[in-house]
């Protein structure tokens, strides 16, 4: 007390949960950071006791099912809140997630190397995961006076870079690629030369939809060899992600879906789903996959709709003979169309057809192939026009960006981690 600030370098500061004047009970916020080995130690007694079922379900599979792993974080949320209070220091739920982790290490999840594994529980960089979530919605019931924390809006100055300089020659080369491009018809003969204009504009363009946000329909009137000559969307998104362009078809069918069947057997919500799978065609079974990622990634939130709904906001079905241009009407104008599939004919007809349609902007692109590759081009299409993904089935396109290999670009990737680490726990 009787030294000068200044000269407080001088001093080895140590901080104690215990000492003179600490009242039981009591909790101090500037206490040292919670001890990992000791909550671990507490962890598991605390688990045999309320939930011993949720050890056993652990030791019978390796992973826990979506019911055990809730009732895993409201007991460890429960005894959180019991110890600290609802507002916790970071370092006391990072100590909680890491012991989960150290308890049930299979739940481990590591994306492209990153992280430690216990990000989807606790992540102490951009405060989200399962225990931060249970805290938020045991915080909504508090009394105004009980609350801690009070919104503000944020604003940056991040957009006010300029964009990069170009001549008005390169301002004219790029127009007369562009007008070559729409000149020529898809050809063998006239392949090589759209493939080099659409190189040539690749920057302009890429500036051009970052900037402007052009709809899907002005993209394609620009562009229109994006609509007859699909494998373009291939390109662009291979320049886009470094080269991913095939990393979807070389994992979904050889590694993904065999993966998801065997979480899907463990779930009472998806287990029916696979009646008869093994005598079903490669799209059934693909389309069986995509109804398993719906019931294990279901919308949350404001996106909040029945399973069903939610399905057909990627791939809805019409009778076989139905003619493309039909497939505008009728259009609900109240509501926003994201593209998505349309399947003209049953999965198991022989003469069905995909298309990806976008309804709002009128735009359609018949494909040739199966399930599998439509999936692959829609999802390229949503990067090349910069969408945003449909609100149902951001947590699945989510999931997708896992697949492809790209870093996550929604806040809707909690459930999506808990469900790559119970892929990657499976043989």
Same mark, same amino acid.
Request: charge should be neutral; hydrophobic fraction near 35%.
């Given at each position: 007390?009787?030294?000068?600030?200044?000269?407080?370098?001088?001093?080895?500061?140590?901080?104690?949960?215990?000492?003179?004047?600490?009242?039981?009970?009591?909790?101090?916020?500037?206490?040292?950071?919670?001890?990992?080995? =000791? /909550?671990?130690?507490?962890?598991?007694?605390?688990?045999?006791?309320?939930?011993?079922?949720?050890?056993?379900?652990?030791?019978? &599979?390796?992973?826990?099912?979506?019911? !055990?792993?809730?009732?895993?974080?409201?007991?460890?949320?429960?005894?959180?809140?019991?110890?600290?209070?609802?507002?916790?220091?970071?370092?006391? %739920?990072?100590? @909680?997630? %890491?012991?989960?982790?150290?308890?049930?290490?299979?739940?481990?999840?590591?994306?492209?190397?990153?992280?430690?594994?216990?990000?989807?529980?606790?992540?102490? /960089?951009?405060?989200?995961?399962?225990?931060?979530?249970?805290?938020? +919605?045991?915080?909504?019931?508090?009394?105004?006076?009980?609350?801690?924390?009070?919104?503000?809006?944020?604003?940056?100055?991040?957009?006010?870079?300029?964009?990069? =300089?170009?001549?008005? +020659?390169?301002?004219?080369? &790029?127009?007369?690629? @562009? $007008?070559?491009?729409?000149?020529?018809?898809?050809?063998?003969?006239?392949?090589?030369?759209?493939?080099?204009?659409?190189?040539? $504009?690749?920057?302009?363009?890429?500036?051009?939809? !970052?900037?402007?946000?052009?709809?899907?329909?002005?993209?394609?009137?620009?562009?229109?060899?994006?609509?007859?000559?699909?494998?373009?969307?291939?390109?662009?998104?291979?320049?886009?992600?470094?080269?991913?362009?095939?990393?979807?078809?070389?994992?979904? =069918? #050889?590694?993904?879906?065999?993966?998801?069947?065997?979480? #899907?057997?463990?779930?009472?919500? &998806?287990?029916?789903?696979?009646?008869?799978?093994?005598?079903?065609? =490669?799209?059934?079974?693909?389309? &069986?996959?995509?109804?398993?990622?719906?019931?294990?990634?279901?919308?949350?939130?404001?996106?909040?709709?029945?399973?069903?709904?939610?399905?057909?906001?990627?791939?809805?079905?019409?009778?076989?003979?139905?003619?493309?241009?039909?497939?505008? +009407?009728?259009?609900?104008?109240?509501?926003?169309?994201?593209?998505?599939?349309?399947?003209?004919?049953?999965?198991?007809?022989?003469?069905?057809?995909?298309?990806?349609?976008? %309804?709002?902007?009128?735009?359609?692109?018949?494909?040739?192939?199966?399930?599998?590759?439509?999936?692959?081009?829609?999802?390229?299409?949503?990067?090349?026009? +910069?969408?945003?993904?449909?609100?149902?089935?951001?947590?699945?396109? $989510?999931?997708?960006?896992?697949?492809?290999?790209?870093?996550?670009?929604?806040?809707? %990737?909690?459930?999506?981690?808990?469900?790559?680490?119970?892929?990657?726990?499976?043989?």
């Amino acid at each position: 007390m009787n030294v000068a600030i200044k000269d407080f370098d001088r001093f080895h500061v140590f901080l104690s949960s215990g000492g003179p004047g600490k009242q039981t009970g009591e909790t101090n916020q500037n206490e040292a950071p919670t001890d990992i080995e =000791e /909550v671990g130690r507490t962890l598991l007694p605390l688990l045999r006791k309320k939930a011993p079922q949720i050890l056993k379900e652990y030791e019978t &599979t390796g992973i826990l099912s979506v019911q !055990s792993r809730k009732f895993l974080v409201k007991i460890c949320v429960g005894d959180l809140v019991e110890r600290c209070g609802f507002y916790p220091l970071s370092a006391e %739920k990072l100590a @909680v997630a %890491k012991s989960i982790i150290s308890a049930f290490p299979s739940l481990s999840v590591r994306v492209a190397g990153q992280g430690e594994g216990f990000e989807h529980f606790y992540d102490p /960089v951009s405060h989200c995961g399962f225990l931060e979530s249970k805290l938020r +919605n045991l915080r909504r019931n508090l009394q105004q006076e009980q609350r801690r924390y009070r919104k503000r809006k944020v604003t940056t100055d991040s957009d006010e870079a300029g964009e990069p =300089e170009t001549t008005e +020659n390169e301002t004219t080369d &790029t127009t007369e690629w @562009v $007008t070559l491009t729409k000149r020529l018809r898809p050809s063998a003969e006239n392949l090589s030369a759209i493939k080099t204009g659409m190189e040539k $504009t690749y920057i302009h363009r890429r500036a051009w939809i !970052s900037r402007d946000s052009p709809t899907v329909e002005e993209i394609f009137n620009e562009y229109p060899r994006f609509l007859d000559t699909p494998c373009l969307l291939d390109s662009e998104f291979g320049r886009l992600t470094g080269g991913k362009t095939d990393f979807f078809l070389r994992r979904w =069918e #050889a590694s993904i879906i065999p993966k998801l069947k065997s979480v #899907a057997a463990l779930e009472n919500s &998806t287990s029916p789903l696979l009646k008869g799978v093994e005598d079903k065609s =490669e799209d059934e079974i693909c389309y &069986t996959a995509l109804l398993i990622l719906v019931h294990l990634l279901p919308p949350v939130g404001a996106s909040r709709c029945s399973l069903s709904s939610a399905i057909t906001c990627l791939i809805d079905f019409v009778p076989l003979g139905t003619s493309i241009a039909s497939l505008f +009407n009728p259009v609900d104008s109240s509501k926003t169309h994201q593209p998505q599939l349309m399947c003209i004919g049953d999965l198991r007809s022989s003469s069905r057809q995909y298309v990806i349609i976008a %309804k709002n902007d009128r735009v359609t692109i018949p494909l040739d192939d199966g399930l599998a590759c439509a999936l692959d081009k829609l999802f390229k299409l949503y990067w090349v026009c +910069n969408l945003s993904y449909p609100t149902p089935l951001s947590a699945v396109f $989510t999931f997708l960006e896992y697949i492809y290999d790209l870093p996550f670009s929604t806040q809707r %990737k909690t459930k999506v981690l808990e469900l790559i680490s119970k892929l990657k726990a499976c043989k």
